[in-house]
């Protein structure tokens, strides 16, 4: 039986830490959790993420640092609008809003989180870039499992939890 390495169609657990190289800030991380499992080949993950482990096997680590092309892409100034405060009035009945405030907005297309960057008396300015587009991402990861994805796996084009399918 040859060893299986990261590569398309493998299921891959990891347990990862990223921080932010210009402060070292730890904005997601694993540690304490149940390793990460994903699919791939079937951008489960940002494409730097797969790039820099593919090939490796289990119990290898890595650290890399990705440029925001290969993780969440550059910020894009038309995903920011001012919204009219009063759609907010429902809300606003329950909860008070705050600038830094995560929330979601019911799309055409989907649910779509934004973050709440200016508040006025009249308007809320919604920015619907990822928190961490535009900046460069540090990753120190290990692989702890690797498997042949099942055939339903690949069909879906994500991974499936131990138990059988179960969906996220
Ligand atoms: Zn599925």
Do not use: C, W
């Not at 499936?160 to 399918?165: C, E, K, Y």
């Amino acid at each position: 039986m040859t060893e299986l390495t990261v590569s398309a169609d493998i299921v891959a657990s990891v347990h990862y830490t990223g921080t932010l190289p210009e402060n070292g800030e730890v904005f997601d991380s694993s540690e304490g959790r149940e390793p990460l499992s994903f699919l791939v080949g079937h951008k489960q993950m940002i494409p730097g993420f797969e790039e820099e482990i593919m090939g490796s096997k289990v119990g290898e680590k890595k650290e890399f640092t990705l440029t925001s092309e290969r993780a969440y892409g550059d910020r894009d100034d038309e995903a920011v609008m001012e919204i009219p405060r009063a759609q907010f009035a429902q809300l606003e009945a329950e909860a008070s809003l705050e600038v830094g405030m995560q929330l979601v907005a019911q799309m055409p297309h989907g649910p779509s989180p934004f973050t709440i960057t200016v508040l006025t008396d009249d308007a809320v300015t919604a920015d619907f870039n990822h928190a961490l587009a535009g900046k460069s991402l540090t990753f120190a990861v290990e692989i702890i499992e690797l498997r042949e994805a099942t055939d339903d796996e690949k069909s879906h084009g994500h991974a499936h939890g131990p138990d059988g399918h179960h969906h996220h």
